[in-house]
């Protein structure tokens, strides 16, 4: 069945990632399995404590605090309480043999059920400041999947209009279908952006995209939008103007570009500011 990995250290941020996975799950009819993976070189406190009292009805005392096996109970507890009477519960699975992160991506790649990986950013770092550690870009970097990096803040809700950032070439099609294979169902408004910088050829580039986006994209809830230079460097309020942007969407970059895109914002603090979740796509051929 189709599949979402979620990686988790047990902290409550990764605790918070888990049950966006899990909402998003129930709209997928798909499945998560959680693994093991440490992103931070500390200790982490357990999490997922309880929306009401009743820990102690689970069969949990064999396990240890911070194990899968609980999480997983705890989830599942969880999404019952947070949903109607009836509502079927994802089915989660514990990946309890890879550790490393090596051996957990070697899993996911050979899994052709895994549509996308789930990851939260650790408690001292913002989304984009995680985005840009040798951790996160290990993952990016090796993933064939998209990865889903989800700040503490973002509300656990389904998206209504996702923001995906185009390059203005020729494979943008192909990122935006590979975007809807996940979230189309969800119905969201795709707003097709791209930050405008005025090249010599920016308005063919950008007329050349909306062309592809009617010719090559079965969508009818995807539209251009282009972004200045000025709006950008305002920080990230072109995410919530009109309506309001619930995930951002953007294409595996090298580390340098990534660092170039986050700086745009103009200031470090603005990062703190982007409280959505933001997938990355891999790269296409």
């Not at 899993?107 to 770092?125: C, H, L, Q």
């Not at 070439?169 to 119905?187: E, P």
Request: aromatic fraction near 8%; include cysteine.
């Amino acid at each position: 069945m189709k599949t979402i990995a979620v990686f988790t250290d047990f902290s409550e941020q990764a605790a918070h990632a888990a049950r966006y996975a899990m909402h998003m799950a129930k709209k997928l009819k798909a499945g998560i399995t959680l693994f093991s993976v440490c992103l931070k070189p500390v200790a982490m406190k357990p999490a997922l404590q309880p929306i009401v009292g009743g820990w102690d009805s689970l069969d949990t005392e064999s396990e240890e605090p911070d194990s899968l096996i609980t999480m997983a109970s705890r989830l599942a507890l969880e999404f019952d309480q947070r949903n109607f009477p009836g509502t079927t519960v994802p089915q989660i699975n514990c990946d309890n043999e890879n550790h490393e992160i090596q051996d957990v991506m070697s899993s996911i790649i050979n899994n052709e059920d895994i549509m996308f990986i789930v990851v939260a950013a650790p408690e001292d770092n913002d989304i984009a400041t995680f985005a840009l550690t040798s951790s996160c870009q290990k993952i990016i970097d090796w993933a064939n999947v998209p990865v889903l990096i989800v700040p503490d803040g973002a509300a656990v809700k389904n998206p209504e209009k996702i923001a995906f950032l185009a390059n203005l070439d020729d494979r943008d099609a192909t990122y935006i279908n590979s975007l809807l294979n996940i979230t189309q169902d969800f119905s969201a408004d795709i707003m097709v952006s791209n930050i405008n910088n005025e090249g010599y050829d920016q308005q063919h580039r950008e007329q050349k995209l909306i062309n592809s986006l009617h010719y090559n994209v079965d969508y009818g809830k995807a539209y251009y939008r282009s972004i200045s230079d000025e709006r950008m460097i305002n920080g990230w309020k072109w995410l919530r103007e009109n309506k309001k942007c619930d995930m951002l969407a953007i294409t595996q970059q090298s580390h340098q570009s990534l660092k170039r895109f986050f700086s745009l914002a103009n200031t470090p603090a603005a990062t703190h500011h982007l409280t959505i979740p933001l997938m990355i796509l891999p790269a296409t051929a």
